[in-house]
């Protein structure tokens, strides 16, 4: 018995020491462990802290050096995925259109993020929801608020969520963090874009996979190292302290 248990014991040792050899395992711990600014600041599913932010990388001004360039991008995103009735205006219309003129207003009518485009007659709505949807009516009032202000403006209304949650207000566009995530990380990889914007974008962008939006890379490994190590993770799994993380015990047990 005590040689059964020992050869048992040696066959989870070297199932643990091959997981944690695992390049795919190194590749999630290192993703999962990397420091980020905006975890480090806090209240990653905070809506106001994601308002201020946008709102800051949407301003052509401020000292983010990217001028209208994430503005434009954001937009032509959301025009795309938009019905075709809820386009206020052309692609090519916001090309070709100088957004240097951006004005961006915080909490402007209680509205989460609201910028006036002169050059376009445009004015866009961000109602912004990382976690709660809509209240009731919220999304109407908001709509009349825009239709009474800007009359003669062209309006286009975004209803921003984790996955472009179906806003339930006609005139609303749906536009998902996932997207926006996808955006701003194609703009971080451009090699025109100046290496400490691009390490901020990139930052937002991998707090954005980890705590709002589903990284399915990201899940579609961790389904793969479980199918190649179902023996160490059922092990550690039965073998977990309640409040030590899944990485950390794999280790310690390896180590041990």
Excluded: W
Aim: aromatic letters at 8%; glycine letters at 6%; one cysteine or more.
């Amino acid at each position: 018995a005590a040689m059964a248990d020992n050869v048992a014991a040696q066959d989870i040792e070297d199932a643990l020491n091959a997981l944690v050899d695992d390049s795919g395992f190194r590749e999630i711990d290192q993703r999962l462990s990397r420091f980020n600014l905006f975890e480090a600041m806090g209240g990653v599913r905070a809506e106001l802290r994601h308002s201020n932010f946008l709102a800051f990388l949407f301003s052509p001004g401020r000292a983010h050096g990217l001028g209208s360039l994430v503005l434009e991008k954001v937009l032509r995103a959301i025009l795309a995925e938009a019905p075709a009735a809820n386009r206020p205006l052309r692609t090519l219309e916001l090309v070709v259109a100088d957004l240097d003129d951006a004005i961006v207003y915080r909490e402007r009518q209680n509205i989460d993020l609201l910028i006036e485009l002169t050059a376009l007659n445009l004015v866009v709505l961000f109602e912004n929801k990382v976690g709660a949807g809509a209240g009731d009516g919220q999304l109407e009032r908001y709509k009349a608020t825009l239709a009474t202000r800007y009359p003669n403006h062209r309006r286009l209304l975004v209803f921003l969520t984790p996955t472009g949650d179906d806003p339930n207000c006609d005139g609303f566009v749906p536009f998902s963090y996932q997207s926006l995530a996808r955006v701003l990380e194609d703009l971080a990889r451009e090699a025109s874009t100046p290496s400490e914007p691009s390490l901020i974008l990139t930052h937002y962008v991998e707090m954005l996979r980890r705590h709002v939006v589903p990284d399915n890379d990201l899940k579609d490994l961790a389904r793969r190292l479980y199918e190649k190590h179902r023996e160490a993770f059922d092990f550690v799994f039965e073998a977990r302290p309640q409040l030590q993380g899944l990485l950390d015990t794999l280790k310690g047990c390896a180590l041990n």
